[in-house]
């Protein structure tokens, strides 16, 4: 077991995190189609090696696409869920793995914008790193229905946390942790602790071997007597806050549109594969396409609505549900049109596959979904 430092400071020529200046989303989403083609052009090799994206993530910096969010009250773009969709979304054309560290940063510096969580010192950290290059953030979170993994001890002025944490994407390259323990008080809580990736105590096991997502490098984490300051922490002081559903649309929206990008790659290169044969294909093809296109509108459509009334969030679960099961259908179906040819590791279908699959796993369970959505409509 080795302990990795973070790498927030990825060589880069171009400091884009926060620099205020009206149209900065327009400039980033003009260089989206160029980003998508440097992605792609990698993906394959990453996913073969298991090897970390940096090259990737550096190309998503330069273009101040993993910044989009950061609010303009930090001098940010001040990107809305809408734009943050679209980003995703063709990112995940290039390579899934990447658009999902991207999402992960983002959600973080969004939820900053909205409701501020870290403690504005280290937020201004967080920024000042984000201006020397790549400062990606990620977080360590229970599944949904079990207790953290990790334990927060009081010992003379700090918290000191341990615990392993499983899987976490782009574990040897973060700058930052956000971790969810639970306090070994007589009253337990469960709160967010903001851990710097290179602290004592934090060491990254390189065991993970994923069907899925390769290039994000989802390594185990071990912290033994991580120590974390007062002004790091986010416990609550009485009962534990309800569930926002703004920022769980956030969640849900941003790897939906991932999916949907990973899908609409497969689709293009399928039709690609058949273009010989289109007069037999040319009917399942457009089923798919008409498919996958009103996926993509409704989770773009929600996205807009959300940023103009926050109560529309709560169509968020229903909404990520149908994607991901178009989605994958649409990779499924596509790879039965393709025949063995979609499944030779020479060629991208089998790949974007794989992370569907994985994809999907990081959304609520559908079983859940479906009870909860359920309920509503029987009053329970």
């Known amino acids: 077991m080795t302990r990795t430092a973070a790498q927030p400071t990825v060589p880069t020529h171009a400091a884009t995190a926060a620099t205020p200046a009206d149209g900065a989303v327009e400039r980033a989403l003009a260089r989206?189609?160029?980003?998508?083609?440097?992605?792609?052009?990698?993906?394959?090799?990453?996913?073969?090696?298991?090897?970390?994206?940096y090259q990737g993530v550096e190309t998503v910096h330069e273009a101040g696409l993993l910044t989009l969010t950061v609010g303009r009250r930090h001098?940010?773009?001040?990107?809305?869920?809408?734009?943050?969709?679209r980003v995703l979304a063709r990112l995940g054309r290039g390579d899934a793995s990447v658009a999902l560290l991207t999402a992960h940063t983002l959600l973080h510096h969004a939820e900053q914008a909205r409701?501020?969580?870290?403690?504005?010192?280290?937020?201004?950290?967080?920024?000042?790193?984000?201006?020397?290059?790549?400062?990606?953030?990620?977080?360590?979170?229970?599944?949904?229905?079990q207790p953290p993994a990790v334990t927060a001890h009081w010992r003379g002025n700090a918290w000191r946390l341990g615990g392993r944490a499983p899987y976490c994407p782009g574990a040897e390259a973060l700058a930052w942790l956000v971790v969810e323990a639970r306090t070994a008080e007589a009253q337990p809580r469960t709160g967010l602790f903001l851990v710097r990736a290179d602290s004592p105590g934090l060491e990254i096991d390189p065991a993970a071997d994923q069907?899925?997502?390769?290039?994000?490098?989802?390594?185990?984490?071990?912290?033994?007597?991580?120590?974390?300051?007062?002004?790091?922490v986010l416990l609550p002081r009485g009962a534990a806050p309800a569930p926002d559903p703004v920022a769980a649309a956030w969640q849900q929206l941003a790897l939906a549109a991932?999916?949907?990008?990973?899908?609409?790659?497969?689709?293009?290169?399928?039709?690609?594969?058949?273009?010989?044969t289109a007069a037999t294909h040319r009917r399942p093809l457009g089923e798919l396409h008409a498919a996958l296109t009103g996926a993509e509108e409704l989770v773009h459509g929600l996205a807009a609505r959300t940023d103009a009334d926050p109560a529309a969030a709560t169509r968020a679960p229903a909404v990520?549900?149908?994607?991901?099961?178009t989605a994958g259908?649409?990779?499924?179906?596509?790879l039965t049109l393709t025949g063995s040819a979609g499944l030779d590791r020479r060629h991208p279908l089998e790949r974007h596959l794989r992370d569907t699959l994985s994809l999907r796993t990081r959304l609520p369970a559908e079983d859940a979904v479906l009870d909860a959505l359920g309920g509503e409509l029987l009053g329970g």
């Open 32 to 53: 989206l189609p160029r980003v998508v083609d440097l992605l792609a052009a990698r993906a394959a090799e990453h996913d073969r090696d298991g090897t970390f994206p």
């Open 75 to 85: 001098g940010g773009p001040g990107a809305g869920l809408a734009d943050t969709v």
């Open 115 to 145: 409701t501020a969580p870290w403690p504005a010192a280290l937020y201004r950290r967080l920024l000042t790193e984000s201006r020397r290059g790549p400062a990606l953030v990620g977080t360590l979170r229970a599944p949904a229905g």
């Open 211 to 232: 069907l899925g997502l390769r290039a994000a490098a989802g390594h185990h984490v071990l912290l033994e007597d991580a120590r974390v300051g007062t002004d790091a």
């Open 258 to 276: 991932i999916l949907l990008g990973t899908a609409r790659a497969a689709l293009d290169w399928s039709a690609g594969r058949l273009r010989d």
């Open 320 to 325: 990520q549900l149908l994607a991901a099961r």
């Open 329 to 334: 259908d649409t990779v499924q179906r596509a």
